[in-house]
């Protein structure tokens, strides 16, 4: 069996400080593993996105441990965090977050333009990973010309052009109607089929869950269940 690209080991977290202070996770063992898609699903405040902040390395974990590649974080120095961050993991968020000023492949670039990477080689990586979400012909758009799932799309191919271990997405489809939140998915199903690479999907939106391998629901804190799907709705792309 290979080992899982990126693991929590009885991870724990408190919140808050005195009177107000509480426990946001409680014990919480996840593994992911490569070429499968990951939902975690859970109500509003179980702690699906304190579990993605401290898997993403982005927030110290009050107990356990967090090990990415094999490799454990603990102890590790925020330089040390950040580069893991840059090289291991790639970051979907809701609300794209990407430069209003920059054009479509710049966007994509800018992961590899803070690696120090040659302006050459970012631009031939950034191409191709254009091509894999569908998005060739967008390349010298700006994010304002895009749909909001074409923005997503964008958001992705900048999260994978690093070739990242894992790629955690935080509720990227909630802004999204049904189409675009599709296409979305189905973006993130393909890449999910690369077996050196885990996809893990924080969301509460029923309509996706066709595309999981794998489904985990998280309630206070908890594991509370962790399956395995039936078949997942893997679409192939166009470029």
Same mark, same amino acid.
């Given at each position: 069996?290979?080992?899982?690209?990126?693991?929590?080991?009885?991870?724990?977290?408190?919140?808050?400080?005195? %009177? &107000?202070?509480?426990?946001?996770?409680?014990?919480?063992?996840?593994?992911?593993?490569?070429?499968?898609?990951?939902?975690?699903?859970?109500?509003?405040?179980?702690?699906?996105?304190?579990?993605?902040?401290?898997?993403?390395?982005?927030?110290?974990?009050?107990?356990?441990? &967090?090990?990415?590649?094999?490799?454990?974080?603990?102890?590790? @120095?925020?330089?040390?965090?950040?580069?893991?961050?840059?090289?291991?993991?790639?970051?979907?968020?809701?609300?794209?977050?990407?430069?209003?000023?920059? %054009?479509?492949?710049?966007?994509?670039?800018?992961?590899?333009?803070?690696?120090?990477?040659?302006? @050459?080689?970012? %631009? #031939?990586?950034?191409?191709?990973?254009?091509?894999?979400?569908?998005?060739?012909?967008?390349?010298?758009?700006?994010?304002?010309?895009?749909?909001?799932?074409?923005?997503?799309?964008?958001?992705?191919?900048?999260?994978?052009?690093?070739?990242?271990?894992?790629?955690?997405?935080?509720?990227? %489809?909630?802004?999204?109607?049904?189409?675009?939140?599709?296409?979305?998915?189905?973006?993130?199903?393909?890449?999910? #089929?690369?077996?050196?690479?885990?996809?893990? /999907? &924080?969301?509460?939106?029923?309509?996706?869950?066709?595309?999981?391998?794998?489904? /985990?629901?998280?309630?206070?804190?908890?594991?509370?269940?962790?399956?395995?799907?039936?078949?997942? @709705?893997?679409?192939?792309?166009?470029?």
């Amino acid at each position: 069996m290979t080992a899982p690209v990126l693991e929590a080991i009885d991870i724990g977290k408190f919140l808050g400080v005195g %009177t &107000v202070r509480y426990q946001a996770l409680d014990a919480v063992n996840l593994a992911i593993a490569g070429g499968e898609l990951t939902l975690l699903m859970g109500p509003s405040g179980s702690g699906k996105t304190t579990l993605l902040s401290i898997l993403g390395c982005m927030l110290t974990p009050s107990s356990g441990s &967090v090990s990415v590649h094999g490799h454990s974080t603990t102890g590790k @120095k925020p330089e040390q965090l950040a580069r893991i961050r840059r090289e291991q993991i790639g970051f979907v968020f809701q609300s794209y977050h990407l430069f209003p000023t920059l %054009t479509v492949i710049d966007n994509v670039r800018i992961a590899l333009d803070i690696r120090g990477e040659s302006s @050459k080689q970012s %631009t #031939k990586k950034a191409t191709e990973m254009l091509a894999i979400v569908g998005l060739s012909n967008k390349a010298g758009s700006y994010p304002r010309e895009l749909s909001g799932g074409e923005q997503q799309r964008v958001a992705i191919a900048r999260a994978i052009v690093g070739d990242p271990s894992v790629v955690l997405a935080d509720e990227p %489809t909630a802004a999204l109607d049904a189409e675009n939140g599709h296409a979305v998915m189905s973006v993130l199903a393909q890449i999910a #089929k690369n077996p050196a690479r885990g996809v893990l /999907v &924080v969301t509460h939106d029923p309509r996706i869950v066709e595309f999981a391998d794998r489904i /985990v629901s998280i309630e206070d804190g908890r594991i509370i269940s962790d399956s395995r799907t039936a078949g997942s @709705k893997k679409v192939a792309l166009q470029s």
